[in-house]
């Protein structure tokens, strides 16, 4: 992959230095740009446009290519659209390089706040704020994707992801188990596996560590801080970093050690996704994305609970995640196009396509749409039992250096791996928070 | 080449009196495609990145502002001197390790009487011929305390993961201090081990008087060779660890701290002023070894003609 990248750079270059010898660097980029155009426009028939997403969705190459795609091409002639994903841990960087060289695709799929609002700010994504489709969503849903005054809004929400609980159904009624509802009964349930001894309690490790943070701090924590609660309270100053909730949300995190696998220091992220696959596990600490990879490799039932809430009675809040948007390349030389397939990006059919060609990924439109998966329907409908939040770290807060959101995936896996306490970890957060952010 | 040029450039200088002075046309040519190339992928982006990292992101210049944050007080000061730490050991490793043993096999496979030569020669440099994430990943599984032979987490516990990074780097490089070695091996004359075992000198003090001082100069270019590509090193730890090089950024290295900075991670914004500091950072820990080399060592130890 670098070294196509490479290649292309090198080429570009080279017809620079062929072409106008040393010229500025405006000239350089701009003829990258176009090699770059050529090169897409020369692979297409002659009236036909292509279009190219980038993507870091690599798991849902298949959907796009086999059900999105044909979909929205069939209805529109003219323009063919091709999925191109990257490594997700390598996107954003890829995407930066591909964006300054203009060799970046017309179609980007963006992240949620503060790294899709930089490309915005450098003008590399288009402002969407004419675009029609954009009325089929609420403030909420475009929250991630717009300026800070509310003046631009820049992609197209896709999708959001709910956090929670995945288990092993088979598992459950071997050993009787129900689902739990409060902390107390979801730690009896995990002695209960760990005193049977033949599954797993927890599939999870702290190799990887975004796992620690996302699939288990994130998970946990909103019942703790009170969902939009704490988290509009770190960036408004009220809270800190350092509060009771907080140091209770990493104490709950660190008992997770006991049951997870033995050596799950050096657990990654897709060895505790095939552990609970070969249904050698009862829980899998998560998220709703897993459901359609889950779907295809476990062959056995499969259901979810939401984070357990401390007491029975108290308002649970879940992490219902604007996780992905589609926005447009600024330079693409196909504007017009680019917005024929953005507007029906936002259109009901394009959602209820996606958010069944991939359960787990819950439409942010308006109009609700139907799904038929069971384990997608257990997820969304926490959304009207429980408080919707998103993870605290995504607005505002980890714009500087020390960078939180870094910060959250180390300090989660070493509280796990027990070589930091909780206290200290919310310190380090909090003073780390405090070197550059004054609300 | 370089020599030759200067002679003659000072030949045409001293000799031609009324004719002004020009260099040759053929040096020109021979010299232009390398001056060209390396100027323009190697030299400029290299000036260039010194000078960026004297600019703020917003392109003003701050001066020595961003080389400041790396030094205690700074922000990147803690990232930047653990990176550095790691860097040195991830160094050690492979200069008390590697090396050594790279010698080791390269003595052995000079012994007279040996059979298979060939074979042991290509299976021990196969592994330098593989992708750094087919060696990361292989050893990964291998070590993976759910599908591997190892019961525990070496690669996830903070005193254990770097130094069996290191070892898988060790593993994989061994191959090339083994070759140089190998080739210096070969290329000392028998005579001079024949007079020495005639006037009684036994196979260790053969080696010691008389093979290690012929090997001290390529001992000194493999160390340095060895310095320069593990303090650039990066794709390892990238590929087994990720960015974050964890657990707690205990095998961070330089490589990995500045693509962190200068391409962004998650939620990180990627930072060209940031980047190029530790970039430049880098080419100054990297120069100060190469200039210690080239003084301390180069220049003092003698080369015998064979």
């Known amino acids: 992959m670098k070294r196509t990248n490479w290649a292309i750079v090198l080429l570009a270059f080279a017809l620079v230095v062929a072409a106008c010898g040393g010229d500025d660097d405006d000239a350089a980029t701009t003829t990258a740009a176009d090699s770059g155009a050529t090169e897409t426009t020369a692979a297409a028939p002659a009236e036909t446009v292509e279009l190219t997403i980038e993507s870091w969705r690599n798991d849902d190459l298949a959907i796009w290519q086999d059900t999105i795609i044909p979909a929205f091409e069939a209805a529109n002639p003219g323009i063919k659209i091709k999925f191109e994903p990257t490594a997700p841990a390598e996107y954003n960087g890829v995407l930066s390089t591909r964006l300054e060289g203009g060799t970046a695709g017309d179609l980007i799929t963006c992240r949620p706040f503060d790294a899709s609002l930089e490309l915005f700010d450098q003008g590399h994504l288009a402002s969407l704020n004419d675009l029609g489709g954009m009325s089929n969503f609420g403030d909420v849903a475009k929250s991630a994707w717009i300026t800070d005054d509310g003046s631009d809004v820049f992609c197209v929400p896709m999708a959001s992801v709910i956090h929670g609980f995945i288990y092993n159904k088979t598992a459950f009624d071997e050993l009787g188990l129900s689902e739990p509802t409060t902390e107390d009964e979801f730690y009896a349930l995990l002695d209960a596996v760990a005193a049977d001894g033949n599954y797993e309690p927890l599939a999870m490790g702290t190799t990887d560590q975004w796992e620690a943070a996302t699939m288990g701090f994130q998970n946990i924590g909103p019942n703790y801080w009170q969902g939009e609660t704490g988290r509009t309270g770190l960036i408004a100053g009220t809270e800190k970093l350092t509060d009771p909730a907080y140091v209770e949300t990493f104490t709950s995190l660190a008992k997770w050690a006991d049951y997870l696998p033995s050596g799950f220091e050096a657990i990654t992220y897709p060895d505790s996704q095939n552990l609970f696959t070969l249904g050698r596990a009862a829980v899998y600490p998560s998220g709703s994305w897993e459901i359609g990879l889950f779907n295809e490799q476990a062959d056995f039932e499969m259901g979810a609970f939401a984070p357990p809430v401390k007491t029975s009675g108290d308002t649970c809040y879940i992490s219902d995640h604007t996780d992905i948007a589609l926005g447009m390349n600024a330079a693409t030389s196909h504007p017009d196009e680019a917005k024929v397939f953005l507007d029906w990006v936002a259109s009901s059919e394009f959602s209820s396509l996606y958010a069944n060609a991939l359960p787990g990924f819950f439409s942010l439109a308006n109009e609700p749409v139907s799904l038929d998966d069971p384990l997608a329907q257990e997820f969304v409908s926490w959304r009207d039992e429980c408080e919707s939040t998103i993870r605290n770290s995504y607005q505002i807060l980890s714009r500087g250096e020390p960078n939180l959101e870094n910060e959250m995936w180390a300090v989660s896996a070493s509280v796990i791996n027990g070589t930091l306490t909780p206290e200290d970890a919310t310190q380090r957060l909090q003073d780390g928070l405090d070197a550059w952010y004054t609300p | ?306």
């Open chain 2, 1 to 306: 080449m370089t020599q030759k040029t200067v002679t003659e450039t000072v030949e045409t200088k001293t000799g031609g009196s009324a004719k002004r002075w020009r260099i040759p046309r053929h040096v020109i040519v021979f010299l232009a495609p390398a001056v060209i190339i390396y100027t323009l992928f190697m030299v400029y982006p290299l000036i260039d990145s010194l000078r960026l990292s004297l600019y703020s992101d917003e392109g003003l210049f701050v001066g020595l502002d961003n080389i400041r944050e790396l030094f205690p007080g700074g922000n990147l000061s803690s990232s930047f001197w653990n990176a550095l730490r790691n860097n040195f050991v991830f160094f050690a490793f492979h200069f008390f390790v590697q090396n050594p043993i790279g010698l080791l096999i390269a003595v052995l496979l000079t012994q007279p009487g040996l059979r298979g030569r060939g074979a042991y020669r290509t299976l021990i440099f196969g592994p330098t011929l593989l992708s750094v994430v087919i060696v990361g990943f292989i050893w990964q599984l291998i070590l993976s305390p759910l599908w591997g032979l190892v019961e525990t987490p070496l690669l996830g516990k903070t005193a254990t993961a770097l130094p069996t990074l290191s070892l898988m780097s060790v593993w994989q490089y061994i191959g090339i201090p083994m070759m140089f070695f190998y080739a210096t091996l070969v290329g000392i004359p028998e005579d001079l081990l024949e007079a020495a075992r005639v006037d009684g000198a036994t196979g260790w003090k053969i080696f010691w008087k008389i093979t290690f001082p012929l090997l001290l100069p390529m001992i000194g270019i493999i160390s340095i060779i060895t310095y320069i590509a593990n303090l650039n090193a990066f794709d390892l730890i990238y590929s087994v660890q990720g960015a974050l090089a964890g657990p707690e950024f205990s095998t961070d290295i330089m490589g990995t701290l500045f693509y962190r900075s200068f391409f962004g991670q998650q939620l990180q914004i990627g930072s060209t002023a940031v980047g190029a500091t530790v970039a430049t950072a880098m080419f100054v820990v990297i120069l100060i070894g190469v200039l210690v080399y080239l003084f301390g060592f180069q220049r003092r130890v003698t080369t015998y003609e064979l």
